[in-house]
């Protein structure tokens, strides 16, 4: 109440006392919603009992699922009379592992427990780090069944359908902001997250984006065609020279790039037959980018020409321009000869017998979950191989899926590797990172960086009503910390050193102050809703590292907080928040 | 001065300044003295050690700027001015910068193959063409990746800054991020992110806890032969020291007389070309300034001459300054963008993307100013992409970066290994040694 109030006449009493009453009342309901908040909130911080308060978040959101039946969707709905059980594919795919690793005399690091489990798949498929709330519903299920349920759980958030949309976007069409008005790739990204969401087959996707015609807002697919417009030469038409490297390495996970000016001389590149392989030459490249030649783009959109328009190569060694027609650069066999062709270069790529189009999407999905491929560099596949016997059950099995995108991520997420400690009790060699004996130590991304910091100081999960990267964007903090912290764009997967700004901006910057300081989600909070200092060092590692603290943490950190009460005890959440937030712990996926 | 040997760095040098780390904790005396042996007594002059890049973001005209012809169809109205260089003229506007011409060299007939915007910045920055396979490293990173002598070890801040950072700052590419460059904003703000967040008693307190907390981690996986180099509290350290540094105040100019900072004009870009003078001077060898606004597809001659109002002071200031400051000779300047305009007018008054015959100048680092190379054609067809056909003594891009490199002492044409196994050179170009003899 303000001091006037106190002070008003009696001829203004009446109204006086209405406008108390009516302040009072509004008082007293604030206060009972903050009460309520405050309970309910407190409420995660307490031990969780399924059987009451969150039980239908923990049936809708980690339901249940049988170990040897787990449930798969629209894909494998489609081939479910060929496709064996996923339980005997992740066996397999297991057993080749084990047969691997006993081969080569590698001993194999234990498994970690389902919460260090959950924090790498969720910063592999959502690109973030679990929350108290979603850890309480997680430990709350009996253990046997906690790491398949938390797959689950991801496999239907929306942010894992946007975040692998974004990694996808970046193989397809790169992270430049490309052509102006007749590119959108924002649309583009929104289009391949919901083809991943209602798990539309990938042969299907890659059909939509090697064929679609139309506008790049209507249809987003077009984008892929748009972003490589020669704004150079002749607006007109796509840049056939990028289109053929950019199929090459999204589709067939092959980099082909060095035959555009000449032929392979180094022995890096192999077409042809992939049982009798031979060196690529600057007409491969060029017969791919023949496909590409009369694709135009309008206003009208993305549109192929009446008339066929010939690919014209002054090829080296050559005096003269020559026509190039369109071939494939390998396995011509499967070659349909349709007259389109786009359509006719889509049916090849996608057909059943072309393994480098399954071999490639699943190194790169495996790349996804684990931030390292099982052939390196991810888009770099050597056509006659040698692949790992993994990687060829996968393939099998994804085709015989008819392209089923969640379930080959459900085998990559399932299989034993993603269960192996990145810690052993031996010296970790190259051999055992190379063929997952151990899991690999990667440092996080920036988007993932700035997921997890998001995520860390909220008790509640922040998903798809409040999708941690559209809250960023909409606080304008998400683009300028991915800046400034370096976005490593399409080569996502290559390993890089850490920088003194990113160390800088950890330390110092805006978005950890936010984080730190009052505010919605924010430390204070967590601080203020502690029931003790115990209970609040266990939430800050919790929400942070997705673990409890050991014994000796315990000791170390309790002697500093124990005491405390008011502010102090604030404070001290706040520095114990911000050492966890700039430990090398928190930057690395492992 | 005289610097005629392009090759500056022998072995001898480089032992010398190698046997100056250990002195490294004497930071800035050790910078000096480091500095010191890169001067080539030999030659009995100085040789050039650091690079400004003033970075016209969107393409300047080089009709408007540095290669006007006025009179032409192609001036299509604007003005030329005279400048202290016999026979050299710049476009109306450049007054301040005409009188330090005879400092300043210009090449007129420069060519590439890229005319988006993206694409060509990556090409002026980097001197190569984008690869999907490969990220090039800019100019700056390739200097302070070359240039590892005792320097490096005794400044706390990065070697390498990008101020005013437009679309794409200079970055390291395959050599690494630690060579992008650091990006920092209008020097009367503070630098982001370089002041603790709360006062020294509870950042000891932190600091002590993350130590803990890292060894711990670090204890846990020593046994791993996979990280090793890659794992470990090396750039923590040196963010650290960088917070700490005295040399930060070579960011900031808000203390700087007003005498001195007037010239540069009242804006965010002439106050970044006086900072970039007092980065050089505390030990930083590479400062990109960037200055955007010049992509002039509508109504060109007004919004070029917004620009130039804002270019001239700084760049001329700049020039006078560092010769004020006896820095001309060690420092080479570079101003330009990612390619010029189109010669005529287009239906809204503006000019478009021209990459086949542009203008760059430089200045400094023993270039012979008031020297042009290159020209180009006052009537060139509409439409012709063939620069053989109106272009003088062109040069590609990429024999920028070889000129730049040369001076520095760095083998242009050596080959560095790649992260994907393929060796590939430095550089591509040629120096454009007319500029220096």
Not at chain 1, 147 to 156: F, G, I, K, T, V
Not at chain 1, 366 to 380: F, K, T
Not at chain 2, 226 to 255: C, P, R, Y
Request: hydrophobic share 35%.
């Amino acid at each position: 109440m303000q001091p006037q109030d106190a002070i008003s006449s009696p001829n203004q009493s009446a109204s006086a006392s209405r406008s108390k009453l009516s302040t009072w009342g509004r008082n007293v309901f604030f206060c009972a919603l903050c009460t309520t908040g405050a309970v309910a909130v407190a409420g995660f911080l307490m031990d969780y009992d399924p059987g009451t308060r969150f039980s239908t978040l923990a049936k809708s959101s980690l339901p249940t699922a049988s170990s040897d039946n787990v449930k798969s969707v629209t894909a494998t709905e489609n081939a479910a009379s060929k496709v064996s059980p996923i339980k005997l594919t992740i066996d397999r795919v297991d057993a080749a592992f084990e047969e691997t690793w006993r081969d080569a005399d590698l001993k194999v690091a234990d498994e970690v427990d389902h919460l260090a489990y959950a924090r790498r798949m969720s910063l592999g498929l959502a690109g973030t780090v679990p929350s108290l709330e979603e850890i309480r519903v997680l430990e709350s299920v009996p253990a046997n069944q906690r790491n398949q349920r938390w797959l689950e759980h991801l496999l239907e958030d929306d942010r894992t359908s946007l975040f692998l949309a974004e990694r996808l976007t970046r193989a397809f069409v790169g992270v430049d902001s490309g052509p102006f008005l007749v590119y959108r790739r924002s649309r583009f990204a929104n289009w391949l997250a919901k083809q991943l969401k209602q798990n539309v087959p990938y042969d299907q996707v890659v059909r939509h984006l090697l064929t679609d015609t139309g506008t790049w807002t209507q249809s987003p697919a077009v984008n892929f065609y748009s972003k490589a417009v020669d704004q150079n030469e002749d607006k007109n038409l796509v840049a056939p020279v990028l289109m053929a490297g950019r199929t090459s390495r999204a589709f067939l996970g092959m980099r082909i790039d060095c035959l555009q000016c000449h032929d392979d001389f180094l022995g890096n590149v192999n077409l042809g037959d992939p049982d009798d392989p031979s060196g690529g030459l600057q007409t491969d490249f060029h017969s791919l980018a023949a496909f590409f030649s009369g694709t135009g783009v309008s206003l009208g959109g993305v549109q192929d020409s009446q008339e066929p328009v010939p690919w014209q190569v002054q090829l080296l060694g050559d005096s003269d321009e020559s026509d190039v027609p369109p071939a494939l650069p390998f396995l011509r066999n499967l070659d349909g000869g349709e007259s389109n062709a786009r359509v006719r270069l889509a049916n090849w790529v996608t057909h059943p017998k072309n393994r480098p189009f399954a071999r490639s999407i699943i190194n790169r999905m495996w790349a996804i979950v684990y931030g390292r491929a099982l052939i390196e560099p991810v888009d770099d596949i050597p056509l006659a191989g040698p692949f790992p016997k993994p990687l060829e059950i996968m393939v099998d099995d994804f085709i015989a899926s008819q392209y089923d995108l969640q379930r080959v991520i459900r085998i990559i997420a399932s299989c034993k590797p993603g269960r192996l400690n990145s810690r052993a009790s031996f010296e970790i060699t190259h051999p055992h990172a190379q063929s997952f004996a151990v899991f690999p130590m990667r440092r996080l991304r920036p988007d993932q960086v700035a997921g997890a910091i998001v995520q860390s100081s909220s008790l509640t999960t922040i998903n798809s009503e409040s999708h941690i990267l559209d809250r960023l964007m909409k606080f304008g903090s998400k683009r300028e910390f991915v800046e400034r912290f370096g976005d490593p764009g399409e080569e996502e997967f290559v390993q890089r050193g850490e920088t003194v700004t990113q160390k800088l901006l950890l330390m110092n910057g805006d978005m950890l102050s936010d984080r730190i300081n009052e505010g919605i989600h924010s430390v204070v909070h967590l601080a203020a809703l502690s029931p003790d200092a115990e209970k609040l060092l266990e939430t800050i590692f919790l929400t942070v590292l997705s673990r409890r603290p050991t014994t000796e943490e315990q000791a170390h950190f309790m002697s500093s907080i124990d005491a405390t009460t008011g502010d102090q005890r604030k404070e001290r959440a706040q520095d114990i928040y911000w050492t966890l937030v700039n430990s090398m712990e928190f930057s690395w996926n492992h | 001065m005289h610097c005629n040997s392009p090759q500056h760095y022998n072995r001898r040098t480089i032992l010398k300044a190698a046997g100056l780390s250990a002195l490294s904790w004497l930071s800035p005396v050790a910078t000096t003295l480091a500095r010191a042996q890169e001067t080539d007594k030999q030659n009995g002059g100085k040789r050039p050690k650091s690079l400004i890049v003033l970075w016209m973001e969107g393409a300047p005209s080089q009709l408007e700027t540095f290669d006007p012809h006025p009179g032409s169809d192609i001036a299509a109205g604007s003005k030329a001015i005279k400048t202290n260089a016999p026979g050299i003229m710049l476009g109306e506007g450049l007054e301040q910068t005409a009188t330090q011409m005879d400092s300043i060299s210009l090449i007129r007939a420069l060519t590439s193959k890229e005319g988006d915007h993206e694409r060509a910045i990556y090409n002026v920055k980097t001197g190569y063409r984008m690869d999907p396979t490969l990220v090039h490293p800019s100019i700056g990173s390739i200097i302070c990746h070359q240039l590892t002598d005792a320097v490096g070890n005794t400044i706390d801040i990065p070697r390498h800054v990008s101020i005013l950072p437009g679309q794409q700052p200079a970055r390291g590419g395959y050599l690494g991020d630690n060579y992008d460059a650091f990006k920092v904003f209008d020097p009367l703000k503070s630098i982001p992110d370089v002041k603790a967040l709360v006062k020294q008693s509870r950042q000891k307190q932190r600091l002590a806890d993350l130590k803990r907390m890292d060894n711990q981690f670090l204890a846990g996986r020593a046994n791993n032969q996979i990280l090793k180099g890659k794992l470990d509290n090396h750039n923590l350290d040196a963010a650290l020291k960088m917070m700490a540094s005295d040399q930060l105040a070579a960011f900031d100019v808000s203390k700087v007389p007003m005498s001195v900072r007037d010239p540069f004009g009242d804006t965010p870009f002439g106050r970044s070309c006086l900072a970039a003078i007092q980065l050089i001077q505390a030990g930083v060898r590479c400062v990109e300034v960037t200055l955007g606004g010049w992509d002039t597809h509508v109504n060109n001659h007004e919004l070029q001459g917004n620009r130039i109002k804002i270019l001239d002071p700084a760049f001329a200031s700049l020039i006078r300054e560092l010769k004020k400051r006896d820095l001309l000779d060690t420092t080479m300047v570079v101003c330009g963008g990612e390619f010029g305009r189109t010669p005529w007018i287009n239906g809204l008054g503006g000019r478009d993307h021209w990459p086949h015959g542009f203008s760059i100048a430089m200045a400094g680092g023993c270039v012979q100013g008031g020297r042009v190379i290159g020209e180009t054609s006052p009537t060139p067809t509409e439409g012709s992409k063939t620069p053989s056909k109106f272009l003088k003594d062109a040069n590609p891009i990429e024999n920028v970066h070889a000129t730049i490199l040369n001076r520095l002492g760095i083998d242009y044409s050596k080959e560095l290994q790649t992260p994907i196994g393929r060796p590939l050179k430095i550089c591509e170009g040629e120096p454009i040694d007319k500029l220096f003899s």
